[in-house]
């Protein structure tokens, strides 16, 4: 019988587990307090197709989430007996992926007779903060640029979010690695950008990634990625050379700028005091550094999280389950993964 006491504690152990895309991670919190954060990836398997195959991920999922949760168990040195629930990504993302590790949590919380809760992917996202800040209480503005969305969220509550501005067409770190490909740069393609852009500081004034007349704020990622294609496409048809270095630095502008801009100007005339940050595309140095002193600039505080919790980890689903522990959000045994959630 699964019969877990509902009963809300002031300082839950809580397990979280992610496997919705090439990570499978695992992580453990103690309240806001961090313990520990696992991951182990398929990355490098997944390199050699350019992009992650579903079905090699599922494989990769099913060999590594035992060995990852013990991992996370035995770093946070807290016996699976001391766990207060087990939070589980169940979607967004890849479903052969996610049912990996929701049935694995489903398992674990039904021998353990302890809540099970889903958690959103995205809404993990914002909450790595919380784990950064213990402190951070909403209201704040938050960036969430990542594989498969972009957008500047107001979160008004713990459950209460307004989408301010978001992408008409792909996801900024969808751009990264398109761009990353077309220049040659090996999976996954955002951080190796980030490298290449290092080597150069002559900006090719790309168009922005903002939409130009627009009554409302909206970002447009595939024209710039086109842009970005037709510029490379062009040079070699007329056997101009191209700085590569020059293309992922000019790029990265576009796409970056317009993104931090519109984050502070929202927060100011919002009259939010704190902005926040999620997502894989935050993990980017220039990014970071740029919102970093735009908030400095407008007197607001940047709550950052390490590179490692910006891209998918296990400690931001351990948060924002936390988040739906407090709310009495409990899920069923018969929870199913779901390749596409709103917010
Ligand atoms: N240093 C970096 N600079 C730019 N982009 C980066 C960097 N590091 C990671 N990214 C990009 O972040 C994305 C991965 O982020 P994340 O893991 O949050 O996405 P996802 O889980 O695939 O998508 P989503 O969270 O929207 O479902 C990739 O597109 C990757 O290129
Ligand atoms: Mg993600």
């Not at 990542?146 to 067409?169: N, P, R, W």
């Not at 007329?238 to 796409?255: H, I, K, L, N, T």
């Not at 735009?294 to 910006?310: I, S």
């Amino acid at each position: 019988m699964y019969t877990p006491d509902y009963t809300i504690k002031p300082t839950p152990v809580i397990l979280g587990i992610e496997s919705s895309c090439d990570e499978t991670a695992a992580a453990v919190i103690r309240g806001r307090e961090f313990l520990s954060s696992e991951i182990i990836s398929s990355a490098a398997e997944q390199s050699k197709y350019g992009g992650v195959v579903p079905e090699i991920a599922s494989r990769a999922h099913t060999q590594a989430v035992d060995e990852v949760v013990r991992l996370a168990l035995k770093n946070a040195g807290v016996k699976k007996e001391q766990l207060s629930a087990v939070a589980v990504t169940y979607g967004a993302g890849l479903l052969g992926a996610l049912l990996v590790g929701l049935s694995y949590a489903k398992g674990l919380a039904y021998s353990l007779n302890v809540p099970l809760i889903g958690v959103n992917h995205i809404r993990g996202h914002l909450s790595a903060s919380y784990l950064t800040d213990k402190n951070l209480e909403p209201p704040f503005i938050t960036l969430l640029a990542s594989g498969g969305h972009t957008a500047i969220l107001h979160t008004q509550s713990y459950s209460k979010f307004k989408v301010l501005a978001s992408t008409c067409d792909d996801a900024a770190g969808e751009a990264f690695d398109k761009v990353a490909r077309v220049l040659g740069l090996p999976y996954p393609g955002g951080v190796n950008v980030e490298k290449l852009a290092l080597e150069s500081r002559n900006n090719l004034n790309f168009p922005s990634a903002l939409v130009k007349n627009s009554a409302e704020v909206r970002f447009s990622y595939s024209g710039l990625k086109t842009y970005v294609i037709n510029y490379l496409h062009t040079a070699s048809q007329r056997g101009e050379e191209v700085s590569p270095a020059d293309v992922a630095y000019s790029f990265q502008r576009s796409a970056v700028d317009p993104l931090v801009k519109k984050t502070v100007e929202f927060a100011l005339s919002l009259g939010a005091k704190t902005v926040t940050a999620g997502g894989g595309v935050t993990a980017n140095g220039y990014l970071r550094q740029s919102l970093l002193s735009a908030c400095n600039e407008a007197g607001l505080k940047c709550v950052l999280p390490e590179k490692k919790y910006c891209t998918d980890n296990a400690a931001m689903i351990a948060a924002e389950g936390l988040i739906q522990y407090n709310a009495g959000n409990f899920a069923e045994l018969s929870l199913n993964a779901r390749a596409q959630i709103p917010l």
